[in-house]
């Protein structure tokens, strides 16, 4: 990656912290400038400016020391959960707007950053290739998931909701909010992508109304086939929703800088199985993609993706003391939630600005860690002591201890073993991993050769390789995992 692209980022060693410094001085300046004209013959209403605030600086002290027992989850040795280590183009832009808060519910809460999150919009339009559609930010992948769903719910005739087992919690909870009983969870196969047989058979006896698609599960980032979906929805008619919140922006690592598709031969290294579905990314009816995973964006940003914008109009709501703008756009009339940061949009826009999700930009930092996720699997598989639950979509890989002893027992204690040394719960981990619990019915499929006595979960362990900072230096930090893994293990 080259150094461009890199100092875009803080840095785990702080390296660029000077120069972040030096730009947040520029936008304080500007805020003050710009806070400064307005009437500038107004009185100013503070007499004696602060030059110290002792209770201010005492609990900022208070504060900051407290904040050091935070986890590192900007540094490639934590690789627990879907945590970015946020741009540069990120922090500055929410600060910049965080100082003057506008609100993007209605276009006079905020009219320069309503403005920037509709561009926004026609970004990840572009990059999603709908090309036509309807959009907007939302606070994060669950209420993004629930919007899509109510707006089909209310949209289509009713009809029967699938996903499938590993998909995310939250749409469970989502059918429960909005009262959807006809919603059943379909088998996944080996590689944890939706067992299409299963599903046809579901489709062949129920009339379905919305299939919710996984484009980066959160447990193993597998990715279904949107393919073999959409030929299915040809053949049954059904709304395809891809809940695309963790792997949406992998699209970029497929696309020139203006949004198209490159021809396979020159993205050798992408699978051919995810380069379609990449592809057919823009042959969904409507998506969830998440800014804050892997779109470089710190929290509150998530986004939900319509191509018929028809489905706007089933949340429409207007409210009497406001929305008075008509002429322009006021998301919170067609979104389920209220007040929304115009920081949130700001952050966005720069960043998108400065790294554009196609190849040249963020495709680059995404392919990184696509590249990650590779080679520890190849390392992985040359290790003595380790075996790899499947073969990856994305940057998450999951993989267990070898036993002499096919048993989930085994695989549980040496789960836990590495889980004592290498996660959250550790003090002074030398890296921060995750585990992923698979429950009995999914053992059997996964890891039919297990025996499982007592019925149990099975645990194995999670590495989110999200981060860009593991594939530098020939894959340093990767590299530096199987080391320790292999060393803990040895006899
Ligand atoms: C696939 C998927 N969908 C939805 C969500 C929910 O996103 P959020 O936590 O932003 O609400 C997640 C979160 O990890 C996810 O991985």
Request: proline share 4%; glycine share 6%.
């Given at each position: 990656m080259t150094n461009n692209i890199l100092n875009n980022?803080?840095?785990?060693?702080?390296?660029?912290?000077?120069?972040?410094?030096?730009?947040?001085?520029?936008?304080?300046?500007?805020?003050?400038?710009?806070?400064?004209?307005?009437?500038?013959?107004?009185?100013?209403?503070?007499?004696?400016?602060?030059?110290?605030?002792?209770?201010?600086?005492?609990?900022?002290?208070?504060?900051?020391?407290r904040i050091h027992s935070n986890l590192p989850?900007?540094?490639?040795?934590?690789?627990?959960?879907?945590?970015?280590?946020p741009a540069i183009p990120t922090i500055l832009g929410y600060l910049a707007l965080m100082m003057s808060n506008p609100n993007n519910h209605a276009y006079e809460g905020g009219p320069v950053t309503t403005e920037m999150e509709m561009e926004v919009?026609?970004?990840?339009?572009?990059?999603?290739?709908?090309?036509?559609?309807?959009?907007?930010?939302?606070?994060?992948?669950?209420?993004?998931?629930?919007?899509a769903l109510w707006a089909a719910r209310d949209f289509y005739p009713e009809g029967s909701v699938f996903f499938s087992e590993v998909s995310h919690y939250s749409w469970k909870r989502i059918c429960s909010i909005l009262r959807i009983k006809n919603f059943e969870e379909i088998q996944v196969d080996a590689r944890f992508r939706i067992d299409l047989n299963h599903l046809e058979k579901k489709l062949k006896k129920k009339r379905t109304m919305f299939v919710a698609a996984n484009f980066g599960s959160t447990g193993t980032g597998s990715v279904d086939s949107i393919t073999d979906l959409l030929y299915l929805k040809e053949k049954y008619g059904f709304h395809l929703h891809l809940d695309a919140a963790y792997g949406g922006f992998a699209r970029s690592v497929i696309l020139d800088k203006s949004f198209n598709i490159i021809p396979k031969k020159n993205v050798k290294e992408i699978d051919n199985y995810i380069y379609?579905?990449?592809?057919?990314?823009?042959?969904?009816?409507?998506?969830t993609i998440d800014p804050h995973k892997l779109g470089l964006?710190?929290?509150?940003?998530?986004?939900?993706?319509?191509?018929?914008?028809?489905?706007?109009?089933?949340?429409?709501?207007?409210?009497?003391?406001?929305?008075?703008?008509?002429?322009?756009?006021?998301?919170?009339?067609?979104?389920?939630?209220?007040?929304?940061?115009?920081?949130?949009?700001?952050?966005?826009?720069?960043?998108?600005?400065?790294?554009?999700?196609?190849?040249?930009?963020?495709?680059?930092?995404?392919?990184?860690?696509?590249?990650?996720?590779?080679?520890?699997?190849q390392l992985a598989a040359t290790s003595p002591y380790l075996l790899n639950l499947n073969q990856p979509d994305l940057d998450i890989n999951c993989f267990?201890?070898?036993?002499?002893?096919?048993?989930?027992?085994?695989?549980?204690?040496?789960?836990?073993?590495?889980y004592n040394h290498l996660s959250v719960e550790t003090k002074n981990p030398e890296f921060i991993l995750s585990k992923f619990v698979l429950p009995p019915s999914?053992?059997?499929?996964?890891?039919?050769?297990?025996?499982?006595?007592?019925?149990?979960?099975?645990?194995?362990?999670?590495?989110?390789?999200?981060?860009?900072?593991?594939?530098?230096?020939?894959f340093y930090y990767v590299r530096e995992l199987i080391k320790t893994l292999n060393r803990l293990l040895q006899k």
């Open positions: 980022f803080i840095g785990p060693k702080a390296e660029n912290i000077k120069y972040l410094k030096k730009l947040l001085d520029e936008v304080i300046d500007d805020h003050a400038a710009w806070r400064k004209s307005f009437y500038e013959d107004d009185p100013a209403l503070i007499k004696t400016p602060a030059i110290y605030n002792r209770n201010l600086e005492n609990e900022l002290k208070k504060f900051m020391k989850f900007h540094h490639p040795r934590y690789a627990a959960q879907m945590l970015k280590d919009i026609d970004t990840l339009l572009k990059m999603t290739g709908y090309k036509k559609g309807w959009g907007h930010l939302a606070s994060g992948g669950s209420l993004a998931n629930m919007e379609e579905q990449l592809k057919a990314i823009e042959k969904s009816d409507s998506l964006i710190s929290y509150g940003a998530g986004a939900v993706l319509y191509k018929n914008e028809k489905l706007k109009d089933m949340i429409l709501n207007t409210a009497p003391y406001t929305y008075h703008k008509l002429d322009k756009p006021n998301i919170g009339m067609f979104s389920l939630e209220g007040s929304r940061p115009g920081a949130m949009a700001a952050a966005c826009y720069l960043t998108y600005k400065v790294i554009p999700p196609h190849s040249g930009g963020l495709g680059k930092i995404i392919f990184s860690s696509i590249s990650s996720s590779k080679k520890f699997y267990y201890v070898h036993t002499d002893e096919s048993t989930v027992k085994a695989v549980n204690t040496n789960t836990e073993l590495l999914l053992v059997k499929r996964i890891l039919p050769d297990y025996t499982n006595a007592q019925n149990a979960n099975l645990s194995v362990m999670r590495i989110v390789f999200m981060k860009h900072w593991s594939s530098l230096r020939n």
